[in-house]
């Protein structure tokens, strides 16, 4: 008896620890994409405006809208290599 009570207790740490690793890696992959919306809403979303706003003015194909879009874009690569999406390892 004290044998099959030894193999469920191990079996049961075996199945916590995996289910706090999995918790682990969830929690990480959450905070990365929070970081990550959180730099594009400050560094990208309002350059992305200024963008639209350009191109609404001034036509899509003029200086100040190809200006506004690729400082909108070099935002958006400053975040996402500072941010880069989770990848589990």
């Not at 975040?79 to 589990?88: C, D, I, L, N, S």
Request: proline residues 1%.
């Amino acid at each position: 008896m004290k044998k099959v009570d030894n193999q469920r207790a191990q079996t049961l740490a075996e199945e916590a620890l995996k289910l706090m690793q999995e918790a682990k890696a969830l929690q990480q992959q959450a905070q990365c994409q929070a970081a990550r919306i959180l730099g594009y809403q400050q560094q990208s979303d309002g350059l992305a405006f200024k963008y639209l706003a350009a191109k609404a003015e001034y036509g899509e194909h003029s200086q100040q809208a190809c200006d506004a879009k690729q400082a909108w874009l070099h935002a958006r690569k400053f975040v996402q290599a500072r941010y880069p999406k989770f990848h589990e390892k």
